[in-house]
């Protein structure tokens, strides 16, 4: 190799490395910032949202008197309104708070064939969940999580004295998805399976103390709107 084949190479290997560094100072120049972590990182939208939904609740109907043979025990079903809250982690994984009451009619539908009382439900379920991002205005998404049933404001049908029903803390599963009419507002469609199996006990005039299990395990089936800050 000659002087100038040697000249050419380090000609070469300079121009080579400013080019290098050139691309490296473009590619920090255009690359995008980093969201702040409070914010959804596709769409810089606040992590919170709400949804208002119609909600129906569709009971098991399951449930015994201990020491009755053939006893059953009936729930009945209800609609109620029902607020949730959600937080967005990522864009992917949030975490949902639903709130709503309702109350259930029970009856003892074998044995004995009355009915029981009346009873108020508060059920707060989080549930922690994953959503799809890959169907544009559609975002389906999948969750499960805890609940805690509180019963409370039970009353007696005649015949029936001091019903009572006992609290509960059980797991939830969840399926749903949003179809986001533009950046804040969508419309929602979501079904939970919540495991609710408790005691429960009441006196009665004949019977005397009676106490068994109440296999409740509803089906909240809801519709209704979304909106994301």
């Not at 590619?27 to 995008?32: G, H, I, R, V």
């Not at 009873?119 to 890959?134: E, G, N, R, S």
């Not at 009353?155 to 939830?172: I, Q, R, W």
């Amino acid at each position: 190799m000659n002087m100038n084949d040697a000249q050419h190479l380090r000609w070469i290997a300079a121009l080579g490395a400013a080019f290098f560094a050139c691309g490296a100072a473009a590619a920090e120049l255009t690359s995008p910032p980093v969201a702040p972590v409070a914010e959804d990182v596709a769409t810089g939208l606040s992590p919170w949202q709400i949804r208002l939904r119609a909600l129906g609740v569709i009971t098991e109907d399951s449930g015994s008197i201990k020491g009755v043979p053939g006893s059953d025990l009936s729930y009945s079903d209800s609609l109620i309104p029902e607020l949730d809250i959600s937080y967005f982690f990522t864009d992917n994984i949030a975490a949902e708070l639903i709130l709503g009451t309702t109350y259930a009619n029970i009856k003892e539908d074998g044995a004995v064939n009355v009915p029981v009382g009346r009873t108020w439900l508060l059920p707060p379920t989080l549930t922690l969940q994953y959503h799809f991002t890959d169907f544009g205005a559609f975002k389906p998404y999948v969750g499960a999580g805890i609940n805690y049933s509180l019963f409370y404001n039970q009353s007696e049908k005649p015949g029936f004295h001091n019903l009572h029903v006992d609290n509960h803390v059980g797991a939830a599963l969840q399926v749903g998805f949003d179809y986001m009419v533009d950046e804040h507002w969508g419309l929602n469609f979501d079904m939970k399976k919540i495991f609710l199996e408790t005691d429960w006990k009441a006196d009665h005039d004949v019977l005397g103390p009676l106490s068994g299990k109440a296999k409740i395990d509803p089906l909240l089936i809801g519709a209704g709107v979304t909106y994301r800050f």
